[in-house]
């Protein structure tokens, strides 16, 4: 017996099937006279003719799927598993995701047991490959909270002046900012991330097809390295963003993307619809769309986020105007004098609470 | 009138038996050897010939699943709906899991066996009412789901990609409803069914929940929640899990939006190692894929009969936005040639004789490196069938057994 998958099968049937069809179309006036038995002989030749075409046809594309190996295999007559083996049996021992370089305290006259600590670290991201420094802003009462397992949101500044002294977006303006707003009950305790947009030219820390995953290092790995090192909150939507012009793609693009980690965001008003630098994808006009985010906003599903743009409601009624629930928008000018993100950062506290964010 | 309703299928049948009769009927008047009479004669046998394929191949739809109805098989290819929460209201997230049906035992057989509708879930701290509710009026007799499980129905909202998946399914082991886990939290393996198929396959054909059943009443694996899923959110387009650009994002569904519903809906665990992927052909490579993407939702993996390279064809459609690096970064082997390893375990199976993704499944493997960890089930026989997957199903269960953090009794989760 040929086998189910064999050519020799497959030539014997499609001879039956020749002989069968030209036999049957040729041989046609034999059986054309009356009578009972005449009529079972065509009904015969007839099922004959088909069942050998059906029969071709069904093994070929067996064959061509792979999917009965053998008559054995049609009839279930393996059985059994197999063998099961591991390729390595070493773990490799994974680097810290999070290494602690420096750490500024920031003391409040009159007030030292409410110190608020700024940590210089560098981050590794474990599934981007990508490695950035950053400033952790840790707020008053963090240490003490430690026995409680009292846990914190996070907000993530990223800003190409992260490092500044002078930007309001700096770590260490918005850690003092953070720290008085937090001792005068504005804001919500919380933990401050302070970065750049990316490592090396700033794409709008998007995931790049054939280069830095820095989408991949924002939404994963960042998440997962301070959430093993700090006492973070943990609540789907529960991050927050915060950036100036130079972040503010980045911000908005993760928020609309990754709104299962990023629940709220404050950048400044602009067009976002293309990511800063050259295009992600050129010649693709799929990706200019994703990349578009007017766009991502016109046509996804709205997201379940808050979005403050730290502008004139003129600058933002694009977006303003595309916000539908569950998305809230809203549009906020910076303060004048030495606190202008003041009130941004009591926003992103209450945006990032337990309950509705009120935008 | 359904593809798969026994109307249509008979309706086949009665239309190629119809013609063949048709056909030994006319057959005198054809009985003249002329050009005219020859080709007409051909044409009836071939004609014939056609409608027995269709009735042949309907009855092989009806068997083997591929396409459940006729808007799966000559449909749009886009998502079958994009929720939206309902303005003015933050979506409440029990309705992200709907119940539409539910049966005792396991497999799906119609109706509501449990009288569960709508929003009826147990979450926190009311787990225990699905358990009460499961329980009322059947006591402990052989037929409950405290004794033999239950499977529902479900639908499935994306909450992030508006993608939405109807007719899913659900296995809650006996122990889910047993008052000593009230309490607990369950592991989760999520299965991921071929291209194309129906979900139900994954009881009927594969017979998942119930060599589960087997394997846990006979104490070789623990017990755990059977999320039964397509991975075809769009019939008849195949999105081979990917995040389409300016399309439907299919990984996120199931990498983000998936998990946020059934941890809302279910009495499962949230972390990453209560959660795995399973999956044959297709679905194996989004198993693979899945676990790759979303390492902090997935501890393990596996891909039965699987490829691990980026597909493109008729049916896939463009699926990269025309970009090679962007088709690159789907394809599992570039993926670990060119991007950090994922700490994640990954067992492939195949058959040394009778499967041709064999050689693409070693070659996987072998590129398989720490922190991520390789295994291989290798049978000596097996073609691309279900014989072949209840087959390696055993020892891929009790691998995943091993791997995933149990269900505590009398815990707190």
């Known amino acids: ?359 | 009138m359904g593809l798969t309703s026994g109307l249509f299928g008979w309706l086949t049948i009665i239309a190629a038996v119809g013609f063949g009769a048709l056909t030994v009927w006319l057959w005198p008047r054809l009985a003249r050897q002329r050009p005219t009479r020859i080709a007409a004669r051909a044409g009836l046998v071939i004609g014939g010939q056609a409608l027995v394929l269709i009735a042949v191949v309907t009855l092989l739809n009806d068997s083997f699943g591929f396409f459940g109805s006729w808007s799966e098989l000559l449909g749009s290819g886009t998502v079958r709906q994009v929720w939206t929460a309902g303005a003015g209201t933050a979506a409440s997230p029990a309705r992200l899991v709907t119940i539409t049906g539910s049966s005792i035992g396991t497999t799906y057989l119609g109706g509501s066996a449990l009288h569960l509708s709508g929003g009826q879930l147990a979450t926190g701290p009311g787990a225990s009412a699905l358990t009460a509710r499961a329980g009322a009026g059947k006591g402990a007799g052989a037929n409950s789901p405290a004794r033999s499980g239950a499977v529902l129905r479900i639908t499935v909202h994306g909450q992030y990609s508006g993608i939405s998946e109807y007719d899913e399914y659900v296995y809650l082991p006996p122990q889910y409803f047993q008052p000593a886990y009230a309490r607990a939290r369950f592991p989760v393996v999520l299965a991921l069914t071929g291209y194309p198929n129906d979900t139900i396959n994954l009881m009927h054909l594969l017979h998942l929940p119930a060599i589960a059943a087997r394997l846990t009443g006979a104490g070789q694996i623990r017990p755990a929640v059977y999320l039964m899923l397509n991975p075809s959110v769009a019939l008849p387009r195949d999105t081979e899990c990917t995040n389409i650009p300016a399309g439907p994002q299919v990984a996120t569904f199931f990498g983000r939006d998936v998990p946020l519903a059934i941890e809302h809906a279910f009495r499962v665990q949230s972390a990453r190692s209560g959660w795995s992927v399973i999956g044959y052909s297709t679905g194996a490579y989004c198993a693979a894929k899945l676990a790759m993407l979303y390492p902090d939702q997935f501890a393990a993996a596996v891909g039965m009969s699987g490829y691990y390279t980026a597909a493109r064809d008729r049916t896939t459609g463009n699926l990269y936005g025309s970009s090679v690096a962007y088709r690159n970064e789907n394809n599992l082997d570039w993926r670990l040639r060119h991007l950090p390893a994922p700490p994640v375990s990954v067992l492939v199976a195949s058959s040394a004789s009778g499967e041709k993704n064999l050689p693409g499944t070693l070659a996987f493997l072998h590129l398989i490196h720490p922190p991520m960890r390789g295994f291989s089930l290798i049978l000596r026989h097996g073609g691309h069938n279900y014989f072949t997957w209840r087959r390696e199903l055993p020892q891929a269960l009790r691998w995943l057994s091993h791997l995933l953090t149990p269900a505590l009794p009398g815990s707190a989760g």
């Open chain 1, 1 to 359: 017996m040929p086998g189910l998958t064999s050519r020799t099968l497959l030539y014997l049937l499609a001879g039956l099937v020749l002989v069968a069809w030209v036999g049957l179309i040729w041989g046609w006036p034999r059986l054309a006279g009356r009578g009972a038995g005449r009529i079972a002989l065509r009904a015969t030749a007839l099922a004959v003719a088909q069942a050998t075409m059906l029969s071709l046809i069904l093994v070929a594309a067996n064959r061509a799927g792979n999917f009965y190996s053998s008559w054995s295999d049609l009839l279930g007559r393996y059985s059994g598993g197999g063998r099961l083996t591991a390729l390595h049996e070493s773990r490799a021992r994974s680097a810290s995701a999070i290494t602690v370089l420096g750490a500024t305290a920031i003391r409040v006259p009159g007030r030292p047991r409410d110190t608020a600590v700024l940590e210089r670290v560098r981050v590794h991201g474990q599934i981007s490959g990508i490695t950035m420094t950053a400033h952790v802003y840790l707020p008053p009462g963090y240490a003490r909270g430690a026995r409680a397992g009292t846990r914190y949101p996070v907000v993530v500044a990223i800003s190409s002046a992260a490092g500044s002294r002078t930007s309001p977006y700096g770590s260490a303006r918005l850690a003092a900012s953070a720290t008085r707003e937090i001792l005068a009950g504005r804001m919500r305790p919380s933990i401050l991330v302070t970065l750049r947009p990316g490592p090396g030219t700033d794409r709008g820390c998007v995931n790049v097809p054939g280069g830095p995953q820095a989408a991949a290092f924002l939404t994963q790995d960042l998440p997962a390295a301070i959430s093993t090192s700090y006492r973070v909150a943990v609540r789907p939507g529960g991050w927050g963003l915060l950036a100036d012009a130079s972040g503010g793609y980045c911000a908005l693009a993760t928020t609309l993307t990754s709104a299962a980690i990023f629940g709220a965001a404050a950048l400044p008003p602009a067009g976002y619809q293309a990511p800063p630098g050259p295009p992600v994808v050129p010649h693709s006009p799929q990706f200019a769309r994703q990349d578009n985010l007017l766009w991502l906003a016109r046509h996804d599903p709205p997201q379940p986020v808050s979005v403050l743009f730290t502008g004139t409601t003129r600058a933002a009624a694009p977006f303003l105007a595309l916000a539908r629930a569950p998305m809230r928008a809203a549009s906020t000018p910076l303060a004048t004098g030495p606190w202008p993100l003041a009130h941004v950062l009591d926003w992103l506290g209450r945006a990032l609470g337990p309950g509705q964010a009120r935008a």
